[in-house]
């Protein structure tokens, strides 16, 4: 365990140390930040805890952009640049690997996240949200994220080129989130099966309203599980061919 | 230390290596040799658990690389063909972060980063970022991480790839000054720079090992045992040939090249009879510009070796 946390200390460094990490952080939030004020808080009145839902809405689009962006690098950049050699002749298991890249991405997120929080404090100032329906959101966002990171480690864990795994987690988050799409179309059982793995329409709403249901923090700690054990499974792989 | 047998790579359809079969002793500074492709890469990474074979058995420190990669890993410290270096870190932070990343306790991460420092010769770049440093010193970061954590094992993938001239005599240093708290394996496709440190060479063509020994075991092997010399003469080159060619103890003396009044002719011999050759030749009224002894002899057993190989598939 002690390997998983140096790899995020140095990795979660790596964000600090490179324009990357300051890029994003800085472009998403002034995004967020732009849409929060255009699409949330403009157009006709509305309740607080409607727009709060509606930022929620906006916010889960941003985490997932980010998400693919943080982790794009995560293992593509060390397999391009050999740094992965150092790693794979060290003691160190290939699971503590990965969930040492995933754990600097998803604390890096956490971070934006926090950052963010000052568009939902702003609403509280000027009408009546709930800290839980805040805190909700925030969970929601965060399992969100870490869904969309774990997708997005496998996909670096891929390919050498970060263009080509950004590209690939955000086809495999859409085909991930338009399975509710196939649920329209097809029939039972099948429907439902389809339903049940929408990355957002199923399991997102209810957090955008501050509503925390079992199955869907479960459902996300699944697509985060399965994802970061197919990345494991990649790595060792890897060391056959 | 090392035992290796019957190791054989597949990438695909692809053999990189064939039955590959080895031993090396605690203590000794290897040379693996060969062309580009030959197989040296691979053979190093499944030596540095990087990769798994694909057949074969391979025990390091008793240890073999399927069943206890951990305790191997532990062990060894490896460069790969290009140094596996962190760009935006300091040399001071990257080596800490390899000390611990490879087992060094806590407390003693400080002296040993320093003390490998000292080794490469990296101390006044310390607190330099990884990225602005050149190519002679990312080289010698990328020994420092091997031995950072004080491995029984080295191995060591061209260590002196893309230096200088310059560069390469210091790499040579270094390397030297390892021999001895180390077992050390490198690599090269050049043959001065592994003459010049290695105990004993094997070497590799077309993932398979053609020949090992010390530099005199193989030209022995070879037929080139007797040695060479080599001399640079004003004037016609047959006729100095045939003086140089009735010294006792000469094999035979040919005219290698002759081009603007200078001939190179080749005499297979004992070294040991430059004096009498010199002596020969000149006493014979040829103009002697240059004897030596035969400059290229390891390129000449490699050439021979990898050749050999060859045209025989």
């Known amino acids: 365990m002690k390997a998983v946390f140096l790899i995020a200390r140095r990795e979660l460094a790596a964000y600090l140390r490179t324009w990357s990490g300051y890029v ?13 004020n255009a699409g949330v808080l403009g157009g006709q009145e509305k309740r607080s805890a409607e727009v709060l839902a509606l930022y929620f809405q906006f916010t889960s689009f941003f985490v997932g952009v980010s998400a693919v962006l943080i982790s794009m690098r995560l293992l ?41 929080v000052y568009m939902p404090l702003l609403v509280a100032v000027n ?12 969970l929601g966002l965060l399992l969100l994220g870490s869904a969309c990171l774990a997708v997005g480690t496998f996909a670096s864990s891929l390919v050498k080129s970060q263009v080509v795994a950004a590209v690939l987690a955000g086809c495999l988050l859409v085909a991930l989130m338009l399975t509710w799409m196939l649920a329209l179309v097809t029939e039972p059982p099948l429907s439902e099966v389809f339903s049940a793995m929408a990355l957002y329409n199923q399991h997102f709403k209810p957090f955008e309203s501050g509503v925390v249901h079992t199955r869907d923090v479960a459902y996300y700690l699944a697509v985060t599980y399965v994802a970061l054990f197919a990345t494991t499974r990649v790595l060792e792989a890897r060391r056959w061919r | 230390m090392i035992e290796v047998q019957g190791l054989t790579k597949y990438y695909g359809q692809h053999a990189a290596i064939r039955d590959l079969t080895f031993n090396i002793a605690r203590g000794e500074v290897i040379g693996f040799l060969g062309l580009n492709g030959a197989g040296k890469t691979t053979t190093l990474k499944i030596l540095g658990c990087v990769l798994l074979p694909t057949a074969g ?62 080794q490469a010769g990296l101390r006044e770049v310390h607190r330099d970022v990884i990225s602005s440093l050149s190519h002679g010193y990312r080289q010698r ?121 200078v001939a190179v002719i080749r005499i297979d011999g004992p070294p040991e009879l430059r004096p009498q050759i010199a002596r020969a030749l000149v006493g014979g009224g040829v103009e002697l510009l240059r004897l030596d002894r035969g400059a ?12 050999g190989k060859e045209t025989a598939s």
């Open chain 1, 24 to 36: 994003i952080l800085a472009v998403m939030l002034a995004l967020n930040g732009l849409l929060f």
């Open chain 2, 141 to 261: 970061v990328g020994v420092a991480q091997a031995v950072v954590h004080e491995p029984a094992l080295l191995i060591l993938d061209e260590p002196t790839s893309g230096l200088d001239p310059a560069q390469i005599v210091e790499m040579r240093a270094l390397i030297r000054n390892l021999r001895g708290n180390h077992t050390i394996l490198l690599s090269s496709h050049i043959l001065p720079e592994i003459s010049h440190t290695c105990d004993r060479l094997l070497v590799i063509q077309s993932g398979e090992i053609v020949a090992q020994g010390t530099e005199t075991e193989l030209a022995q092997q070879m037929g080139t045992g007797g040695g060479q010399v080599e001399v640079e003469v004003k004037g016609p080159g047959q006729a100095a040939a045939e003086l140089a060619a009735k010294v006792p103890g000469v094999v035979r003396a040919s005219v290698q090249r002759e081009e603007g009044g």
């Open chain 2, 57 to 118: 058995q391979v025990r390091i420190d008793g240890f073999d690389v399927l069943k206890d990669p951990h305790e191997i890993r532990k062990r060894i410290g490896f460069l790969p063909d290009t140094p596996p270096l962190y760009d935006e870190m300091t040399v001071g932070a990257y080596l800490a972060f390899v000390a611990r990343l490879r087992g060094v306790p806590a407390p003693r991460v400080q002296a040993r980063v320093e003390a490998a420092e000292e």
């Open chain 1, 76 to 116: 593509a950049e060390e397999v391009q640049s050999g740094t992965i050699h150092l790693l794979y002749s060290s003691p160190v298991r290939d699971l503590e690997i990965v969930l040492g890249k995933f754990l600097s991405a998803l604390v890096f997120l956490a971070v934006m996240l926090a950052l963010s």
């Open chain 2, 296 to 307: 290229d002899r390891l390129e000449n057993i490699f050439l021979k070796l990898t050749h």
């Open chain 1, 127 to 138: 009408g009546k949200v709930s800290a839980g329906h805040i805190a909700g959101g925030y």
